[in-house]
């Protein structure tokens, strides 16, 4: 398990993929929209990592702190929310809005969300609301 990397960010493509250069081995991740937008190609920086691991393909989803990582954890435990609308819930607004929301209740707010319908949304409202 790839618990974090920290490196370079060498680039930027799509709306919230990054290219991590770690002592010249570049690892290639997504990353909800906030910390695409606040990396700089050439800065160093420090992501927790989720590597998940299928039949055709492996990939790594990256978070600015442990915080976010654990939130898209809980998102992606839901039934019917994979890591893509983990991604795209947590690319809504910063991390602690996101669990401030669903706590709350917010199942209009989830929704918004690309690819998460209103009855994925009310899951994650009724599975993570007391989490």
Do not use: W
Not at 26 to 33: D, L, N, R
Not at 40 to 50: A, I, S
């Amino acid at each position: 398990m790839i618990a974090h990397l920290k490196g370079v960010v060498e680039e930027k493509f799509g709306t919230n993929g990054v290219i991590l250069d770690v002592n010249g081995v570049g690892y290639e991740m997504m990353v909800p929209a906030i910390d695409f937008e606040n990396c700089v190609l050439g800065e160093e920086r420090k992501f927790y990592t989720y590597h998940q691991v299928r039949e055709n393909a492996e990939e790594l989803y990256g978070f600015s702190s442990l915080a976010a990582k654990k939130i898209f954890e809980l998102l992606i435990s839901v039934q019917g929310v994979g890591p893509k609308a983990g991604i795209a819930i947590m690319s809504l607004t910063e991390a602690e809005e996101v669990r401030n929301a669903i706590a709350n209740g917010d199942a209009e707010f989830v929704a918004k969300a690309a690819g998460v319908g209103k009855k994925s949304a009310e899951r994650v409202i009724v599975d993570l609301k007391d989490k």
